[in-house]
Nanobody, 120 residues
Framework: QVQLVESGGGLVQTGGSLRLSCAASGRYFSPYAMGWFRQAPGKEREFVASIRWSGGRTSYADSVKGRFSISRDNAKNTVSLQMNSLKPEDTAVYYC?????????????WGQGTQVTVSS
């Protein structure tokens, strides 16, 4: 079992920045990749960004390209999401998640989420 704890959410004005962090723990923590997802009120959860644990290859949703940056610290088992130029439409609960397998795109372990609110 893997435990994920997100932090860093909060209230920020349009154009501001936030940095989210996710700390992972557990005996069997050995991810293929980690990702950030978000869910706004009344909407489905959507992919934001991901990073491969080995090699660090990243992927982003079109809506956040050029504004968000995902990074990881393998030694500390953490993944971060730097969010710049925030917009009101970025308001959502943000979740980090672990993808265990290279051969299955499913994300298997999820954190409880952290609220990000961008005021206009």
């Amino acid at each position: 079992q893997v435990q994920l704890v997100e932090s860093g959410g909060g209230l920020v004005q349009t154009g501001g920045s936030l940095r989210l962090s996710c700390a992972a723990s557990g005996r069997y923590f050995s991810p293929y990749a980690m990702g950030w997802f978000r869910q706004a009120p009344g909407k489905e959860r959507e992919f934001v960004a991901s990073i491969r644990w080995s090699g660090g290859r990243t992927s982003y949703a079109d809506s956040v390209k050029g504004r968000f940056s995902i990074s990881r610290d393998n030694a500390k088992n953490t993944v971060s999401l730097q969010m710049n130029s925030l917009k009101p439409e970025d308001t959502a609960v943000y979740y980090c998640a672990v993808r265990r397998s290279q051969y299955n795109s499913r994300y298997d372990d999820w954190g409880q989420g952290t609220q990000v609110t961008v005021s206009s």
